[in-house]
Every structure is written in C-alpha cells, then in structure tokens.
C-alpha cells in the first residue's frame, strides 16, 4: 500500500488539520518518529563524587531537601525524562545529621543502599534502618523522611514508577505537617509481621498489595547462593517477593537480585520489559544490541524493551547485578514477549 495525496484533495485535507483531526492513512505514510530509549550508564566513581558535592551544597543546608541526582536518559531528548520512559532512578545522599521531611506520594518507591550504613527511612511510623546493600520498598502514599544520625554519609539508588504514574496523570503528593513523622512502631516491626515471608500476621494497614519492608542484603544475595540454579540468561536469578501477594515485588516493578558465577557468559535474549541495572557486587559486562558495557560495583545502567542482550564476567570472583524493571506492568497489559537470540558479535562499546 503506498499513498501519496491528489491535489483534489488538499482542500478536504486541510480541513481536517484545522479541526485537529490526523487522518490515519497520512499517519502511515509519515510514521510520527518516537524517542527510542537508550542503553546507558552512570559510573559510581563520577556518580559518587557528584554525591559528595551535593551532599555538601550550601545552599541546601538544613531546608529538608532530597539530595538526589536524578539519571535522564539521553535517548528520549527530554530534560525531564527519566531512566527509562516507565521508571525514574537516582543516587541520593544522605548527609551527615540531616533530614529530608517527611512526605508521600502516589508513585512507588524502592531504595537500595551503595555505600555507608546508620541512616534511616521513617515509613508509617517505624524507622527502617540500611545498610550497603539493603533494599527497601516505599510503597505508593506512605509517608516517609530520611534521617541520617551518623557521622558519615550514607548513598543510596532511588528507583520510582514516577513517569509511568506521571504518564497516567495520577502523580498526587503532599507534605506531613511535621518536618518528619512519629515514630509509633518499634524497629523490625513490618518484617516481623510477615516471619520471613513464611508465617504472617494480620496485617491491617497494607497500602495497594505492597508493604513498606527491608530485604537485608545477606539474606538476599545468601538466598541466591541457596538456591544454585542457574537461569540461561541470568546466572541465578531470583525475584524480591512480595510477602503479601506473593508476586511481583510491587505493582508496578519488578526486583531482582541475580548472580553470574566467576568466568561466565549467558545466553542472549531479549523481552518488552525495560530494566535498570545497578552492580551490587564485583565486575563484569553486558552485550546490548551488539555493544559491550563494561560495568563494576556501584554503576547504573539501562536496558531498553527488546533490546537483546546477554551478561557475563571474566572475573575468578562471582558477579551480582541488582535490577528493577517495568515487568509487572507490561504483563497486565498482556503485552509481555520474550525471545532467545544467538550470542551477539560484539561491534562497539557503550560508556
Ligand atoms: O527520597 O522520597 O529520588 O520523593 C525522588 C522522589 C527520592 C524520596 C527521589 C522522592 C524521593
Ligand atoms: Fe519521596
């Protein structure tokens, strides 16, 4: 089918383009052209030392402020875009004695810790306190304030639904009346409640599906190394389960902790889901679309839907790649496919 427009019909053409109306046989013939999102990385040692000089920034002293350098992806030419077009991702540092007030908002939030330990989230009144390595979930609507009482900094990669809920044009926010909220719960409380995601109390105050709990990184990554079966793709991977329901880790992403054994290299694939990746451990590398990212602890990358790609490290220690991902919502759109791919030629280099 090919179509091009008669001079007899321009007239009626236009007319339509004055009533704000597209044609779709003119929207064929000049495909609108989308911004196609990148694969890219934020190296820690940089990310880090932008950290330190915002975490030291005058002009934000003591107002209460979230310090957080937010990742745009240069492929969706858009100042306000985030990591991917579903999720928004960013290192924030917690300084030294301050607070970032308490607040909530409809979009979800994830944090997991980089660097440093002592500093702490309030979430519907229990402090969660992190560690390196630490995952928390700030699920949509509780109120929460970061607390650091230490004398070091603590960083963490915040990870958001935020354009997807943007999107949607369901974003609400508010402040707490107080710079931070009571703490009314005693620590360990949310974990308690659901023993190790075997036993589970009844619980009253589950927002959405998702409760606000903390994922040690010992019981994560050791949960890994029990478990021992290696996925094709992704070494040994498993999902931070939702205790609740059982599935994903929140509605709208999906968490996942996965392990490449020492001098491994995956099979390729590719899926609809796009994907941040955040190197929790050790060094290693990621084929996309044909070129290689080299990637150690510390560093945030991204991975476009259907993308083919495939992982592996070449070092004698093993490798550890935390990830979230938009999953959860492209399958309940049933919009989910995944397809094998052969081992990819390698023909550049991204970052
Ligand atoms: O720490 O509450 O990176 O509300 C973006 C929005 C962090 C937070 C972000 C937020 C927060
Ligand atoms: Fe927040």
Same mark, same amino acid.
């Given at each position: 089918?090919?179509?091009?427009?008669p001079?007899?019909?321009?007239?009626?053409?236009?007319?339509l383009?004055?009533?704000n =109306?597209?044609?779709?046989?003119?929207?064929?013939?000049?495909?609108?052209?989308?911004?196609?999102?990148?694969p890219?990385?934020? @190296?820690?040692? #940089?990310?880090?030392?932008?950290?330190?000089?915002a975490g030291?920034? *005058?002009?934000?002293?003591?107002?209460?402020?979230?310090?957080?350098l937010?990742?745009?992806? *240069?492929?969706l030419k858009? $100042?306000? +875009?985030?990591?991917?077009?579903?999720?928004?991702?960013?290192?924030?540092?917690?300084?030294p004695?301050?607070?970032?007030?308490?607040?909530?908002h409809?979009?979800?939030?994830? @944090?997991?810790?980089?660097?440093?330990?002592?500093a702490? %989230? &309030?979430?519907?009144?229990?402090?969660?306190?992190?560690?390196?390595?630490d995952?928390?979930? %700030?699920?949509?609507?509780v109120?929460?304030?970061?607390?650091? $009482?230490?004398?070091?900094p603590?960083?963490?990669?915040?990870?958001l639904?935020?354009?997807m809920?943007?999107?949607?044009?369901?974003m609400?926010q508010? $402040?707490?009346?107080?710079? &931070?909220?009571?703490v %009314?719960? $005693?620590?360990g409380?949310?974990?308690?409640?659901?023993?190790?995601?075997l036993?589970?109390?009844? /619980?009253k105050? &589950?927002v959405?599906?998702?409760?606000? =709990?903390t994922?040690?990184?010992?019981?994560?990554?050791?949960?890994? /190394?029990g478990?021992g079966?290696?996925?094709?793709?992704?070494g040994v &991977?498993?999902e931070?389960?939702?205790?609740?329901?059982?599935g994903?880790?929140?509605p709208?992403?999906? /968490?996942?902790?996965?392990? /490449?054994?020492?001098?491994?290299?995956?099979?390729a694939h590719?899926?609809?889901?796009s994907?941040?990746?955040?190197? +929790?451990?050790?060094?290693?590398?990621?084929? =996309?679309?044909g070129k #290689?990212?080299?990637?150690?602890k510390?560093? %945030?990358?991204v991975?476009p839907s259907?993308?083919v790609?495939e992982?592996?490290?070449?070092?004698?220690?093993?490798?550890?790649?935390?990830?979230m991902?938009?999953l959860?919502?492209?399958? +309940?759109?049933g919009?989910?496919r995944?397809?094998?791919r052969p081992?990819?030629?390698?023909?550049?280099?991204?970052?």
């Amino acid at each position: 089918m090919a179509w091009t427009m008669p001079e007899s019909e321009r007239a009626f053409h236009e007319e339509l383009d004055a009533e704000n =109306i597209n044609p779709l046989w003119v929207m064929h013939a000049n495909p609108p052209e989308r911004p196609k999102l990148a694969p890219y990385v934020w @190296r820690w040692e #940089r990310m880090r030392e932008l950290a330190m000089h915002a975490g030291d920034l *005058p002009s934000l002293r003591g107002q209460g402020f979230r310090r957080a350098l937010t990742m745009r992806n *240069p492929g969706l030419k858009n $100042p306000q +875009a985030g990591a991917t077009k579903t999720m928004s991702a960013a290192v924030q540092i917690v300084w030294p004695g301050e607070i970032a007030e308490a607040h909530r908002h409809t979009a979800a939030a994830i @944090r997991f810790v980089i660097e440093g330990e002592g500093a702490f %989230t &309030v979430q519907g009144g229990e402090r969660f306190r992190m560690e390196e390595g630490d995952l928390t979930l %700030t699920p949509s609507w509780v109120w929460h304030d970061h607390n650091n $009482p230490q004398d070091k900094p603590v960083i963490w990669l915040d990870c958001l639904d935020a354009p997807m809920v943007g999107y949607l044009d369901a974003m609400f926010q508010e $402040p707490y009346p107080e710079d &931070v909220q009571p703490v %009314t719960k $005693p620590n360990g409380y949310t974990n308690a409640a659901i023993g190790n995601g075997l036993m589970r109390a009844n /619980l009253k105050d &589950v927002v959405g599906g998702t409760l606000p =709990i903390t994922y040690k990184w010992n019981d994560a990554y050791g949960a890994l /190394l029990g478990y021992g079966e290696e996925d094709p793709h992704d070494g040994v &991977v498993m999902e931070y389960a939702n205790p609740v329901t059982g599935g994903h880790s929140m509605p709208t992403l999906a /968490l996942k902790l996965q392990r /490449l054994a020492p001098n491994s290299h995956g099979e390729a694939h590719r899926h609809t889901s796009s994907v941040v990746y955040h190197a +929790a451990k050790g060094e290693g590398y990621s084929v =996309i679309d044909g070129k #290689r990212l080299d990637w150690a602890k510390g560093d %945030t990358f991204v991975l476009p839907s259907w993308a083919v790609h495939e992982h592996g490290t070449d070092s004698s220690d093993d490798a550890v790649l935390f990830s979230m991902s938009d999953l959860p919502l492209v399958e +309940a759109m049933g919009l989910y496919r995944e397809e094998a791919r052969p081992r990819q030629e390698v023909t550049g280099a991204i970052g």
